[in-house]
T-cell receptor, first 114, second 115 residues
């Protein structure tokens, strides 16, 4: 069965520091992969997506993610974190069947120290 | 682009009443819409998938008579929580997708509180 694992429940970084949020997936073929961000009491905003092609994808707000098939990973990175980046981040994989449902990881809460 | 509007953002009502939540895609046609439920500090739990003009497909354990979903047009889906009880209190989020394999775009959610 498809699954997504985000091993870090919380991550705290200082403002200006670099960030990497981990995401591992279990999948039988080339997946559709997504990163979403959720601010408190809000819906989810799409940061970036990977369907095929270049394994390094650029997203909004200065985020990027790299698809590594050998490691079944799709880690999210940002070179310099801003205080406004504090939020919950969800990695998701698109289901293989015709529904294309999203299977979400459990999320990583990012805290930013001033 | 790809904006989804969800309304209302917050509802407080008495136990036993029915509550309708609307989800609209403002600048694209959503052939498929999804309804999720999110408990505090948890991930999203898919409740149902609806395709325009057809009956919704509910996930295992979700009561279809309790959570009525209508997707009558390519820009509007509604979720009605019938005879709501305190245990139905939650954050409900909808999303819309333009086509197969396309990303889902989410509304801002509805905080439902049943007294």
């Amino acid at each position: 069965a498809q699954s997504v694992t985000q091993p870090d429940i919380h991550i705290t970084v200082s403002e200006g520091a670099s960030l990497e949020l981990r995401c591992n997936y279990s999948y039988g073929a080339t997946p559709y992969l997504f990163w979403y961000v959720q601010s408190p009491g809000q819906g989810l905003q799409l940061l970036l997506k990977y369907f095929s092609g270049d394994t390094l994808v650029q997203g909004i707000k200065g985020f990027e993610a790299e698809f590594k098939r050998s490691q079944s990973s799709f880690n999210l990175r940002k070179p310099s974190v801003h205080w406004s980046d504090a939020a919950e981040y969800f990695c998701a994989v698109g289901a293989l069947d015709s529904s294309y449902k999203l299977i979400f990881g459990s999320g990583t809460r990012l805290l930013v120290r001033p | 682009g790809a904006v989804v509007s969800q309304h209302p953002s917050r509802v407080i009502c008495k136990s036993g009443t029915s509550v309708k939540i609307e989800c609209r895609s403002l600048d694209f046609q959503a052939t498929t819409m999804f309804w999720y439920r999110q408990f505090p500090k948890q991930s999203l739990m898919l409740m149902a998938t609806s395709n325009e003009g057809s009956k919704a497909t509910y996930e295992q354990g979700v009561e279809k008579d309790k959570f009525l979903i209508n997707h009558a047009s390519l820009t509007l889906s509604t979720l009605t929580v019938t005879s709501a009880h305190p245990e139905d209190s939650s954050f409900y989020i909808c999303s819309g997708r333009q086509g197969d394999g396309q990303p889902q775009h989410f509304g801002d959610g509805t905080r439902l509180s049943i007294l």
